[in-house]
């Protein structure tokens, strides 16, 4: 089983930026895509960004050019430079890994708050 441990949510005002980092630990023998997404009150969850294990990325379209997602492979860690942030951006940020062991498998961080006040 793997296991995601997310930091670096927290309070902002507009304008500002927050880094969020993620690092996978446990039994399996690669993580293929590691990613964000999130949910705020009342709505869906949804795709912030992916990066693959060869480093390609895929972006939602309201957080382009002003987020950016990268990857340790070595430490098995995702990051989320977050910048230019809206009170839109407030939402839980959960960490997400497509785990591949003797099967593939998606896996889910526990979450963490990402305010960003007027």
């Known amino acids: 089983q793997v296991q995601l441990v997310e930091s670096g949510g927290g309070l902002v005002q507009a304008g500002g930026s927050l880094r969020l980092s993620c690092a996978a630990s446990?039994?399996?023998?690669?993580?293929?895509?590691l990613g964000w997404y999130r949910q705020a009150p009342g709505k869906q969850r949804e795709l912030v960004a992916t990066?693959?294990?060869?480093?390609?990325?895929d972006y939602a379209d309201s957080v382009k050019g002003r987020f950016t997602i990268s990857r340790d492979n070595a430490k098995n860690t995702v990051y989320l430079q977050m910048n230019s942030l809206k009170p839109e951006d407030t939402a839980v940020y959960y960490c997400?890994?497509?785990?591949?062991?003797?099967?593939?498998?998606?896996?889910w961080g526990q979450g963490t708050q990402v305010t960003v006040s007027s």
């Open positions: 990066i693959t294990s060869g480093g390609s990325t």
């Open positions: 997400y890994a497509r785990v591949k062991t003797l099967r593939e498998y998606d896996a």
């Open positions: 446990g039994s399996f023998f690669r993580v293929n895509v």
